[in-house]
């Protein structure tokens, strides 16, 4: 096995609040309805500076991933067709917030229904950096066992045989194929570990790997199989652990589901184990008893899967009022 390189109840003057999304979701997906001839998907990274660039793969993709943003800029990816002429481009900058002016910029466009090809080019101003053309067609057959239903630990896929210069996309579907959700970089190698504690459940799972070889692509997929339903992930942000206060206190907090998605404000409730419940919202106000105090949030999702987090020890203090 050759190693992979990854090439609630709220109170009127409560400040609005946007859950946060915890570190290991992907929530991109792709959805397949809106199929036409298939998209283009060419990945890449440039020097800031625009003294190197080079393409990482071109993956044919078979739904339509819908219109990249349209932008100016000194680079640019040309589709040039079977006639020498310029079929499409995309033009950027790169971003350069806290980066050097040597530092890779890894760069990714979608282009819907293209023509034949003769070629994908990546430009620098009027200075080319590098350039995609056919190779050889490959071909790629997935070679692991389907994944087991319940497992914390790591999903090794595998796959082969390929031209060596092969590049790999791995994804995966829940639904059958009518969304993707991409789960790897452009890799090289014959494996991909996948972590299954970070994909939504299913009972009609697809994996799919994508090989390309220049401007060839082929397609492998493992699917008929199930992955149990995961429990929310529960975060509480304010207020923190320990924390003395007077009067009222503000809580904020969220909750994700790999299968729903964002929760409702009316599914998180907020609990002390001193006071019971206390009420439901991504922000509450309530007034503890003086003490120290569990407080719990927790929410049931559509499977009835409970998550929840937890702060112990707040310490309601009363301040006492001070005539002048």
Not at 219 to 234: D, H, I, M, W
Not at 270 to 286: P, S
Request: glycine share 8%; aromatic share 8%.
């Amino acid at each position: 096995m050759n190693p992979v390189v990854a090439l609630g109840q709220s109170g009127a003057a409560l400040p609005a609040f946007t859950p946060q999304l915890p570190d290991f979701v992907q929530p991109l997906s792709v959805n397949s309805a809106s199929v036409d001839s298939g998209s283009l998907l060419v990945t890449g990274r440039v020097a800031l500076d625009g003294s190197t660039g080079r393409f990482l793969a071109a993956f044919e993709l078979p739904e339509n991933r819908g219109t990249s943003f349209i932008q100016q800029g000194d680079f640019r990816v040309v589709l040039i067709d079977k006639n020498g002429h310029e079929a499409a481009l995309r033009t950027w900058n790169p971003d350069t917030t806290n980066l050097g002016p040597n530092s890779p910029q890894p760069f990714a466009f979608t282009f819907n229904n293209p023509p034949d090809l003769s070629a994908v080019r990546l430009y620098y101003q009027d200075t080319l950096l590098d350039e995609l053309t056919p190779g050889t067609p490959p071909t790629v057959t997935i070679t692991s066992p389907a994944p087991p239903l319940t497992s914390t630990n790591t999903y090794t896929l595998t796959w082969g045989p390929t031209p060596s210069e092969s590049t790999f996309l791995v994804r995966y579907s829940r639904d059958h194929g009518a969304t993707w959700q991409t789960l790897s970089a452009p890799i090289i190698g014959n494996a991909y570990p996948v972590d299954l504690s970070t994909l939504p459940g299913t009972d009609h799972g697809i994996f799919e790997v994508i090989a390309s070889t220049g401007l060839e692509s082929a397609a492998a997929q493992l699917s008929g199989f199930a992955l149990e339903n995961k429990a929310p992930v529960v975060r509480i942000f304010t207020p923190k652990a320990d924390a003395p206060f007077g009067g009222s206190l503000t809580f904020s907090g969220s909750a994700f589901d790999l299968e729903d998605g964002w929760l409702a404000p009316g599914q998180l409730s907020w609990l002390g184990d001193q006071d019971g419940v206390l009420g439901t919202g991504y922000t509450l106000n309530a007034l503890l008893t003086p003490g120290l105090q569990r407080i719990t949030l927790q929410v049931l999702d559509s499977s009835a899967q409970v998550g929840q987090d937890e702060r112990a020890n707040f310490t309601q203090i009363f301040l006492p009022l001070v005539k002048r």
